[in-house]
Nanobody
Framework: EVQLVESGGGLVQPGGSLRLSCVTS????????MSWVRQAHGKELEWVSS????????TYAGSVKGRFIISRDNFKNTLYLQMNELKPEDTAVYYC????????RGQGTRVTVSS
């Protein structure tokens, strides 16, 4: 059974940082490109970042480029998202998933950026 468990969200002030984690199981982690997506309240799902199997290719949405860093540990089957210089518009539920599989995501972790 495929499992994706996101964690690390919370309430943070503008300008602050958070590190999200996504622990996976049930599939060969190092065989898949992985992504983070997010969904703000009342809005559509938005792609945030993707990373190839061995991190040779990394891409970011323009809205987070320069502030967020995606990484992975293939020995721990874990995906990360370091989020810096957070803004109120980053408030959303963040999900991880295999990049090429529609709807592949966990339960999400909520990030709230507010003073």
């Amino acid at each position: 059974e495929v499992q994706l468990v996101e964690s690390g969200g919370g309430l943070v002030q503008p300008g602050g940082s958070l590190r999200l984690s996504c622990v996976t199981s049930g599939f060969r982690f190092d065989s898949y490109d992985m992504s983070w997506v997010r969904q703000a309240h009342g809005k559509e799902l938005e792609w945030v970042s993707s990373i190839s199997t061995w991190a040779t290719s990394i891409t970011y949405a323009g809205s987070v480029k320069g502030r967020f860093i995606i990484s992975r540990d293939n020995f721990k089957n874990t995906l990360y998202l370091q989020m810096n210089e957070l803004k109120p518009e980053d408030t959303a539920v963040y999900y991880c998933g295999r990049a090429d599989i529609q709807g592949d995501r966990g339960q999400g972790t909520r990030v709230t950026v507010s003073s």
